[in-house]
T-cell receptor
Framework: KNEVEQSPQNLTAQEGEFITINCSYSVGISALHWLQQHPGGGIVSLFMLSSGKKKHGRLIATINIQEKHSSLHITASHPRDSAVYICAVPRGYGGATNKLIFGTGTLLAVQP | ETGVTQSPTHLIKTRGQQVTLRCSSQSGHNTVSWYQQALGQGPQFIFQYYREEENGRGNFPPRFSGLQFPNYSSELNVNALELDDSALYLC?????????????FGSGTRLTVV
């Protein structure tokens, strides 16, 4: 079983729909990372959160540390939101930066 | 625009060959991590370099090796390429004290082994 599980793996939505992507993890963490990856590979950081909720434009991320669960919501979805959304958690490895353990990603396609 | 630059963007190599992938980090980012992302999978940690020394390694064989240089650039070397090495290779860097909050990813190098 992966330490980080995402659902759904694939999601197709119509433009304007409210979208939820879920992430569950089995390890103790201090923070969780939501990332966006477009075709071609580049990864962009969306959110880092350790508690509660964060909002940036139409994106909202929530986390419940006790339940080891986080969600990424997209309001009023748009075709340009089509991408792979990945959650990642840090695992201590010494040094200045922890390594990240990634979920397998959720492939979102928003149709006009 | 990302502060981490990877080269080349795409590469095709033959099984058994050797390859060097390069990553140029932002000034001051003395920690760099390399990840392998197979098609349809999440990135997997290869190793991390901190102040030019390997600082942690994932479940990858010794034919995966790296270097980090004082100018905040780094390399990932893979010897004796295998077909399964075909993947997107990502580097990510951060500055001291920033931890995850300063984690910046490059756009990756897509390696195809034929």
């Amino acid at each position: 079983k992966n330490e980080v599980e995402q659902s759904p793996q694939n999601l197709t939505a119509q433009e304007g729909e409210f979208i939820t992507i879920n992430c569950s993890y089995s390890v103790g963490i201090s923070a969780l990372h939501w990332l966006q990856q477009h075709p071609g590979g580049g990864i962009v950081s969306l959110f880092m959160l350790s508690s509660g909720k964060k909002k940036h434009g139409r994106l909202i991320a929530t986390i419940n540390i006790q339940e080891k669960h986080s969600s990424l919501h997209i309001t009023a979805s748009h075709p340009r939101d089509s991408a792979v959304y990945i959650c990642a958690v840090p695992r201590g490895y010494g040094g200045a930066t922890n390594k990240l353990i990634f979920g397998t990603g959720t492939l979102l396609a928003v149709q006009p | 625009e990302t502060g981490v630059t990877q080269s080349p963007t795409h590469l095709i190599k033959t099984r058994g060959q050797q390859v060097t992938l390069r990553c140029s980090s932002q000034s001051g980012h003395n920690t760099v991590s390399w990840y392998q992302q197979a098609l349809g999978q999440g990135p997997q940690f290869i190793f991390q370099y901190y102040r030019e020394e390997e600082n942690g390694r994932g479940n990858f064989p010794p034919r995966f090796s790296g270097l980090q240089f004082p100018n905040y650039s780094s390399e990932l070397n893979v010897n004796a390429l295998e077909l399964d090495d075909s993947a997107l290779y990502l580097c990510a860097s951060s500055a001291p004290g920033q931890g995850l909050y300063g984690y910046t990813f490059g756009s990756g190098t897509r390696l195809t082994v034929v």
